[in-house]
């Protein structure tokens, strides 16, 4: 069974897990966190449950992982361990009774980084078919060698990780690999918590809808309606936003057009040093990391933060925020979910990781922030959630 706890950033629902663990020492739990600062606390909080923090001492961190679970230990880890949990990792937890408790949602599929070349060269040499659903991967040849050329491919598609995706849906002109998680993992535990806001428009939401995996959203436990929304001061002034106007404009591109960047860049500065007033080390900055080196600026340029982090405080003490970018989800991803009759709700998606980098600010403290969003999509959709907050 998966329970969803949903609720907005800074509710406690990291908390009510933490007192839900200390009252039931009797369980066995895997906590996975979207960083490494999180598994500290996590580990501090529970002294009674005496988490194990996987590491890679005498091999891999995935081996000592499934050491742990042998011994039947609590375990604390990353978002980056679950995602390489293998058949051998899943067959340990059957039966264990082993209780998931994931912080955050995980992105459960994304498109796998393999050169065009490089999937003709599989199915050329035989390597590789496809089964009957048109999408499967199978592995045809003996197994590779180790740290040969495509022995990460042979072992994903072995673990049932890998499948094929004709991303053009046309004359094979472009196909994609697409890495998702298996069904298995998720069912391998006896429960299965997620901690997470506004999870209809997460990926995690639609990959359980793909795979038929049941879940229960649960906006009743906590309050998911927190209103916070008055803490959060938009720059509306049309001289610094008519630098993105169009709805697709700042999108992934935008590392195309430096001297775009550099209007922005200014527009930041102007924001943070003039209409706020405030110094560096009270600024939070993001924008697609390949546009960074042409967007930063004297006065802001330390206090970059990627676009996606998350589960972090260590930015609690900022007030003075510029979201430089409009964020779509990964056309492959969007289209390979449609395509198998999932829906997606890409601007539920798109505020939501928009909402989880402002949540790294002093509005964790219940501290008004400002910040500046040049795109008009993206300040539509905060605005709109503003008000309703």
């Excluded at 050491?67 to 230990?73: D, H, I, P, S, T």
């Excluded at 040499?125 to 590779?144: C, F, H, Y």
């Excluded at 922030?369 to 040049?374: F, G, L, N, Q, S």
Aim: aromatic residues 12%; glycine residues 6%.
């Amino acid at each position: 069974m998966v329970n969803v706890l949903d609720a907005v950033m800074g509710s406690g629902k990291t908390t009510h897990v933490i007192n839900l663990m200390n009252s039931n020492p009797q369980n066995k739990y895997i906590y996975v966190t979207p960083n490494l600062e999180e598994c500290t606390r996590i580990d501090e909080a529970c002294p009674l449950l005496k988490f194990q923090h996987p590491s890679n001492d005498k091999g891999t961190k995935l081996k000592d992982l499934q050491r742990l679970v042998e011994l039947e230990q609590n375990i604390v880890s990353t978002h980056a361990m679950l995602i390489n949990f293998t058949a051998e990792t899943i067959g340990l937890l059957q039966n264990r009774n082993y209780h998931l408790i994931l912080d955050e949602a995980i992105e459960a599929c994304a498109e796998y980084p393999i050169k065009a070349t490089d999937i003709k060269m599989l199915f050329d040499s035989n390597s590789v078919t496809i089964a009957e659903d048109g999408m499967t991967l199978v592995w045809q040849k003996e197994r590779p060698e180790y740290q040969s050329k495509f022995y990460q491919e042979y072992k994903l598609i072995e673990n049932g990780n890998l499948v094929l995706f004709d991303f053009n849906g046309s004359n094979n002109e472009k196909k994609v690999f697409i890495w998702e998680m298996t069904k298995e993992l998720f069912e391998s535990f006896s429960t299965v918590t997620i901690l997470t806001y506004q999870f209809e428009g997460s990926f995690l939401r639609s990959y359980f809808d793909l795979k038929g995996i049941d879940y229960y959203i649960d906006t009743k436990t906590l309050n998911r309606g927190l209103k916070i929304g008055h803490l959060i001061n938009v720059y509306e002034g049309d001289d610094l936003n008519a630098v993105g106007t169009h709805r697709m404009g700042l999108a992934s591109k935008l590392s195309r057009d430096p001297l775009k960047c550099k209007e922005i860049s200014n527009n930041i500065y102007n924001y943070v040093r003039n209409k706020i007033g405030v110094p560096a080390h009270e600024v939070l900055w993001t924008t697609f990391k390949d546009a960074k080196k042409y967007m930063k600026g004297k006065g802001f340029a330390k206090g970059y933060v990627v676009h996606n982090q998350k589960a972090t405080n260590k930015y609690a003490s900022r007030t003075t925020l510029a979201y430089a970018l409009n964020l779509f989800m990964p056309v492959p991803i969007k289209r390979y979910l449609e395509t198998r009759g999932v829906d997606v709700n890409e601007d539920m998606w798109s505020l939501n990781e928009m909402l989880q980098w402002i949540f790294r600010s002093c509005i964790r403290n219940n501290q008004p922030v400002h910040i500046y969003v040049p795109s008009y999509r993206m300040r539509g959709l905060l605005t709109q959630w503003i008000k309703e907050h």
